[in-house]
């Protein structure tokens, strides 16, 4: 295994995971990676680690450059495990202390209570050797513990998980990748895991504009090198909640009523000019669906009733969707039902807390839907149409 060289005496080391489908709920069907980053010169750091299952990968690509042992501090710019499970193995390996923010001190002990860490404030810079780290704080993007560490002298921002995507290429760059797969990634990765940091995201780029940044080196997929300003004018459009006319219709269905409501309410929407995407759960994955709810105006949600109760992915939706909080946005359910209802209520009043805005009330039909129940929904997807527009935009 060989490392890459980012920039004059910077290499990535991370470690390519083709295999992984499944990152703590998130569908990732295009694999990941996880980047650590080695500097030398004088003082040969270590910026993260990897999955500790990679370790060994990551050891083989550092060795390409130097030996590992000669490694003299560690920086850990955020615990969560893709990054710090190899920790302990590298500290032994290479005797060198860990650096971390306030929080990430306090979660490196929790997590690795042997292990020997310092740490660094917010806008501390140190000299090693030749080059000067500069830590910037960045709480809550996404963790407490989260911060970036900047390289002076090649103006190289070491991001960790900000501007991301689970992409796993034998590219190391954004300038090499399908760029169409590329955004599309990184829209999915901000959707599923920095969405319910939106405030976040802001202070941070407005942090980031003081700073001359020439290379974006993320803890995720492709190092930014050339498309710096799209990235970060992504993240300011995402973040400000910027959506398009568009509504994003979800559901699931027992015995097709619920399909048939949601294609009739999507014919509804897209008549008021709107741009609609249907997607089913059970062939659709969550994580797909936060995807498109991104730059979405309306998240409609339907469900039949399942034993007087929501039907269980249309649940396991709307507790995603509660946690990533999609704002500024439109809400409206619909479902279907038998003997007895409950779906749509219970919907309707989980999403109370979802921060979706909910002006409408749900609608649903018993049974199968006949023409006129058709008719009611498309009116009801005119309805949302006609919000969708009205809607001001951020
Ligand atoms: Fe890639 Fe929050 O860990």
């Given at each position: 295994?060989?490392?890459?060289?980012?920039?004059?005496?910077?290499?990535?080391?991370?470690?390519?995971?083709w295999n992984i489908r499944n990152f703590h709920g998130y569908s990732?069907?295009?694999?990941?990676?996880?980047?650590?980053?080695?500097?030398?010169?004088?003082?040969?750091?270590?910026?993260?680690?990897?999955?500790?299952?990679?370790?060994?990968?990551?050891?083989?690509?550092?060795?390409?450059?130097?030996?590992?042992?000669?490694?003299?501090?560690?920086?850990?710019?955020?615990?969560?495990?893709?990054?710090?499970?190899?920790?302990?193995?590298?500290?032994?390996?290479?005797?060198?202390?860990?650096?971390?923010?306030?929080?990430?001190?306090?979660?490196?002990?929790?997590?690795?209570?042997?292990?020997?860490?310092?740490?660094?404030?917010?806008?501390?810079?140190?000299?090693?050797?030749?080059?000067?780290?500069?830590?910037?704080?960045?709480?809550?993007?996404?963790?407490?513990?989260?911060?970036?560490?900047?390289?002076?002298e090649d103006k190289v921002l070491f991001s960790m998980d900000a501007?991301?995507?689970?992409?796993?290429?034998?590219?190391?760059?954004?300038?090499?990748?399908?760029?169409?797969?590329?955004?599309?990634?990184?829209?999915?990765?901000?959707?599923?895991?920095?969405?319910?940091?939106?405030?976040?995201?802001?202070?941070?780029?407005?942090?980031?504009?003081?700073?001359?940044?020439?290379?974006?080196?993320?803890?995720?997929?492709?190092?930014?090198?050339?498309?710096?300003?799209?990235?970060?004018?992504?993240?300011?459009?995402?973040?400000?909640?910027?959506?398009?006319?568009?509504?994003?219709?979800?559901?699931?269905?027992?015995?097709?009523?619920?399909?048939?409501?949601?294609?009739?309410?999507?014919?509804?929407?897209?008549?008021?000019?709107?741009?609609?995407?249907?997607?089913?759960?059970?062939?659709?994955?969550?994580?797909?669906?936060?995807?498109?709810?991104?730059?979405?105006?309306?998240?409609?949600?339907?469900?039949?009733?399942?034993?007087?109760?929501?039907?269980?992915?249309?649940?396991?939706?709307?507790?995603?969707?509660?946690?990533?909080?999609?704002?500024?946005?439109?809400?409206?359910?619909?479902?279907?039902?038998?003997?007895?209802?409950?779906?749509?209520?219970?919907?309707?009043?989980?999403?109370?807390?979802?921060?979706?805005?909910?002006?409408?009330?749900?609608?649903?039909?018993?049974?199968?839907?006949?023409?006129?129940?058709?008719?009611?929904?498309?009116?009801?997807?005119?309805?949302?149409?006609?919000?969708?527009?009205?809607?001001?935009?951020?």
């Amino acid at each position: 295994m060989e490392a890459v060289q980012v920039t004059d005496g910077i290499y990535w080391v991370g470690a390519i995971d083709w295999n992984i489908r499944n990152f703590h709920g998130y569908s990732t069907s295009r694999g990941s990676t996880y980047n650590a980053y080695l500097i030398t010169g004088e003082k040969n750091i270590l910026i993260d680690t990897v999955k500790r299952p990679f370790f060994e990968e990551m050891v083989g690509r550092i060795r390409s450059v130097i030996d590992p042992q000669k490694i003299d501090i560690i920086v850990s710019n955020h615990t969560e495990m893709d990054h710090s499970s190899s920790l302990p193995l590298m500290q032994e390996l290479t005797g060198a202390t860990v650096l971390a923010s306030r929080m990430g001190v306090e979660g490196l002990r929790l997590h690795f209570p042997r292990l020997r860490t310092e740490m660094v404030k917010d806008g501390q810079e140190i000299k090693l050797g030749t080059k000067t780290l500069k830590f910037i704080d960045t709480p809550m993007l996404h963790w407490p513990d989260s911060m970036f560490t900047y390289v002076e002298e090649d103006k190289v921002l070491f991001s960790m998980d900000a501007f991301g995507q689970h992409y796993a290429t034998t590219k190391r760059f954004d300038d090499e990748v399908d760029q169409d797969v590329l955004y599309q990634e990184a829209a999915k990765y901000y959707a599923n895991i920095i969405l319910l940091f939106n405030s976040q995201v802001e202070r941070t780029i407005q942090k980031a504009k003081d700073i001359d940044i020439r290379i974006i080196a993320t803890s995720h997929g492709v190092i930014w090198r050339k498309n710096l300003g799209k990235i970060f004018e992504l993240y300011s459009q995402w973040s400000s909640s910027r959506t398009k006319e568009k509504a994003v219709v979800v559901y699931d269905t027992m015995w097709n009523s619920t399909r048939i409501m949601a294609e009739e309410i999507a014919e509804g929407i897209a008549s008021e000019g709107v741009e609609v995407r249907v997607m089913k759960l059970g062939e659709t994955d969550r994580s797909e669906v936060m995807r498109e709810v991104l730059d979405s105006r309306a998240v409609v949600i339907g469900s039949p009733t399942l034993n007087n109760n929501l039907f269980p992915s249309v649940a396991d939706m709307i507790y995603y969707l509660r946690g990533l909080r999609p704002t500024n946005r439109i809400g409206a359910v619909f479902g279907s039902y038998g003997w007895a209802g409950g779906a749509v209520k219970m919907a309707q009043d989980l999403l109370k807390g979802s921060g979706l805005d909910l002006p409408l009330e749900p609608y649903q039909v018993r049974f199968i839907p006949q023409e006129e129940e058709r008719r009611k929904c498309r009116e009801f997807g005119r309805t949302i149409g006609q919000k969708i527009k009205e809607k001001s935009v951020a």
